[in-house]
T-cell receptor, first 112, second 115 residues
Framework: KQEVTQIPAALSVPEGENLVLNCSFT??????LQWFRQDPGKGLTSLLLIQSSQREQTSGRLNASLDKSSGRSTLYIAASQPGDSATYLC???????????FGEGTQLTVNP | ETGVTQTPRHLVMGMTNKKSLKCEQH?????MYWYKQSAKKPLELMFV???????ENNSVPSRFSPECPNSSHLFLHLHTLQPEDSALYLC??????????????FGPGTRLTVT
């Protein structure tokens, strides 16, 4: 059974700092990995999708990397802003079916 | 309307009530999903409908009953719920082509409170 772990559970940083969020998964047989952002009481917004054959994806100040063999992904946020404050979720899709397995998330607070 | 919409956004119901949650996607996708998000727990997949056929039921109690009348609409019928069913219920959709499944897009969720 796939398990996804995100570390740290919570992170507080000053504005302008670069930061890294970590995601690990126990079964390396994945189809893709997706990073989401969730604002309090709201739905999920997809940030980046990395296919299993890819090493990284970039969108603006966000960069996600994937090391499938070691079961790890990182989300790098450059020059953080208060508007980046949210919970960041990592989810992996296995090689059969369309099920996503989610981590518990990292709650990020960027202080002005 | 664009993306994935859900109604109602908030729902309070007693344990003897019957209610339904509605989800609609405007993305032309052919798969839809129900997830449950409880406090301090990872999102849990409840149901998957792909090409209007239910393909997965993740051991969900029978007091939750999904319905997918077409590829754009998904319902979750609720009856005789328990207080522990209080959670944020999220709907998502994606495009599925054979074994390939693309990004899932989520709705804003329905915050359900069972009293």
């Amino acid at each position: 059974k796939q398990e996804v772990t995100q570390i740290p559970a919570a992170l507080s940083v000053p504005e302008g700092e670069n930061l890294v969020l970590n995601c690990s998964f126990t079964d390396s047989a994945i189809y893709n990995l997706q990073w989401f952002r969730q604002d309090p009481g709201k739905g999920l917004t997809s940030l980046l999708l990395i296919q299993s054959s890819q090493r990284e994806q970039t969108s603006g100040r966000l960069n996600a990397s994937l090391d499938k063999s070691s079961g790890r992904s990182t989300l790098y946020i450059a020059a953080s802003q208060p508007g980046d404050s949210a919970t960041y979720l990592c989810a992996v899709r296995g090689t059969s079916g369309s099920r996503l397995t989610f981590g518990e998330g990292t709650q990020l607070t960027v202080n002005p | 309307e664009t993306g994935v919409t859900q109604t109602p956004r908030h729902l309070v119901m007693g344990m003897t009530n019957k209610k339904s949650l509605k989800c609609e996607q405007h993305l032309g996708h052919n798969a839809m999903y129900w997830y449950k998000q409880s406090a301090k727990k990872p999102l849990e997949l409840m149901f998957v409908y792909s090409l209007e056929e239910r393909v997965e039921n993740n051991s969900v109690p029978s007091r939750f009953s999904p319905e997918c009348p077409n590829s754009s609409h998904l319902f979750l019928h609720l009856h005789t719920l328990q207080p522990e069913d209080s959670a944020l219920y999220l709907c998502a959709s994606s495009q599925v082509l054979g074994l390939a499944s693309y990004e899932q897009y989520f709705g804003p969720g329905t915050r359900l409170t069972v009293t």
